[in-house]
């Protein structure tokens, strides 16, 4: 898939999807559907017009070049969103983007998107243009809930990582390069390969979890070690089942797949590695189905 940024596109007809598509869930995959051009911008409009209310995101950009990339899009485009970018109006994003820069024969969008300064256009201004065919998109429902990054999010933070994971259309994933622990894990058996999240993205709540790291089964803890009281803020730590070998500097994707527990304090450190194996066992079992 080729990625260009909109100063650089190439002048030639497209079907464009716009929309930010944090997550590339089913409902932002319903919207794209039929598109050979994503249109997106970067970073997310909230974080330079009202930084203090940008979410965390559920994807890197990276990860979001990959997801769109395995939909089958031929371009992704990318709009480097400004405070300038902002002041320009809808029917100004409208002739100098879409039907300009893009040469847009089709738009596609979902019926809540808004776009223009202080977010005056929608998909009735976009229907009303004879430059290129509208597509507007009804909300995906699953399970009688609509499908949103909002939701997802907050399921994510909860550790409901398996319902996350069925809105999404793909597993959660967090990555990072692994990072020099405090080598605990390894005394107890248990060596660890972590990675401290990234503050803009969001990340499971504290609990454990099973999952694959780099494709291999994997348990994965996610908080602050409360028995040993680190006070060093939150880690991820994998135990990789079945693997030897030292991951420090490489990069690791964890894929979450079921929350087993929450995080919690045990009373000696026998107790933790006890509740380890256990964990260990039970994420075996599920990454083996």
């Given at each position: 898939?080729?990625?260009t940024?909109?100063?650089?596109a190439e002048?030639r007809p497209?079907?464009v999807?716009v929309?930010e598509?944090d997550?590339?869930?089913?409902?932002?995959?319903?919207?794209?559907r039929?598109?050979d051009?994503?249109?997106t911008f970067e970073?997310?409009?909230l974080?330079?017009?009202?930084?203090?209310?940008?979410?965390?995101?559920l994807t890197?950009?990276e990860?979001?070049?990959?997801?769109?990339e395995g939909?089958?899009?031929?371009?992704?485009v990318?709009?480097?969103?400004d405070?300038?970018?902002?002041q320009?109006s809808a029917?100004?994003?409208?002739?100098?983007?879409?039907?300009g820069t893009?040469?847009?024969t089709r738009v596609?969008?979902?019926e809540?998107?808004?776009f223009g300064?202080?977010?005056?256009?929608?998909p009735?201004?976009?229907?009303?243009?004879d430059?290129f065919?509208?597509?507007?998109t009804r909300?995906?429902?699953?399970?009688?809930e609509i499908v949103?990054?909002t939701l997802?999010?907050?399921?994510?933070?909860?550790?409901?990582?398996e319902?996350?994971?069925?809105?999404?259309g793909d597993p959660?994933q967090?990555?990072?390069?692994?990072?020099?622990?405090?080598?605990?894990?390894r005394t107890l058996?248990?060596p660890?390969?972590?990675?401290v999240?990234?503050?803009?993205?969001?990340?499971?709540g504290?609990?454990?979890?099973?999952a694959?790291?780099?494709?291999?089964?994997a348990?994965?803890?996610v908080?602050?070690?409360?028995?040993?009281?680190?006070?060093?803020g939150v880690?991820?730590?994998?135990?990789?089942?079945?693997?030897?070998?030292?991951?420090?500097?490489?990069?690791?994707?964890?894929?979450?797949?079921?929350?087993?527990?929450g995080?919690r304090?045990?009373p000696?450190v026998?107790?933790?590695?006890?509740q380890?194996?256990?964990?260990?066992?039970?994420a075996a079992s599920?990454?083996?189905?």
């Amino acid at each position: 898939m080729k990625v260009t940024r909109l100063d650089e596109a190439e002048a030639r007809p497209r079907q464009v999807a716009v929309g930010e598509f944090d997550g590339v869930h089913l409902g932002h995959r319903e919207v794209i559907r039929g598109s050979d051009t994503v249109l997106t911008f970067e970073p997310h409009p909230l974080q330079v017009i009202r930084p203090e209310a940008a979410p965390k995101l559920l994807t890197s950009l990276e990860r979001k070049i990959e997801l769109l990339e395995g939909l089958g899009v031929e371009e992704l485009v990318l709009i480097e969103f400004d405070r300038a970018f902002a002041q320009r109006s809808a029917q100004e994003f409208v002739d100098g983007v879409l039907a300009g820069t893009l040469q847009a024969t089709r738009v596609s969008v979902g019926e809540n998107f808004r776009f223009g300064h202080k977010a005056a256009g929608d998909p009735a201004l976009l229907a009303e243009q004879d430059a290129f065919e509208t597509r507007v998109t009804r909300l995906v429902e699953i399970d009688q809930e609509i499908v949103s990054s909002t939701l997802i999010r907050h399921l994510i933070q909860l550790g409901d990582v398996e319902r996350a994971n069925r809105l999404l259309g793909d597993p959660f994933q967090l990555r990072g390069t692994v990072v020099e622990g405090d080598r605990r894990g390894r005394t107890l058996g248990y060596p660890t390969a972590n990675l401290v999240p990234d503050e803009a993205l969001v990340y499971p709540g504290h609990g454990v979890y099973a999952a694959y790291a780099n494709g291999r089964p994997a348990a994965v803890s996610v908080g602050v070690r409360p028995t040993f009281g680190t006070g060093r803020g939150v880690l991820v730590e994998a135990f990789l089942i079945n693997f030897e070998g030292d991951l420090y500097g490489t990069e690791l994707r964890l894929d979450f797949v079921r929350r087993l527990r929450g995080e919690r304090a045990f009373p000696t450190v026998d107790a933790l590695v006890e509740q380890m194996g256990k964990d260990v066992a039970e994420a075996a079992s599920v990454t083996s189905r």
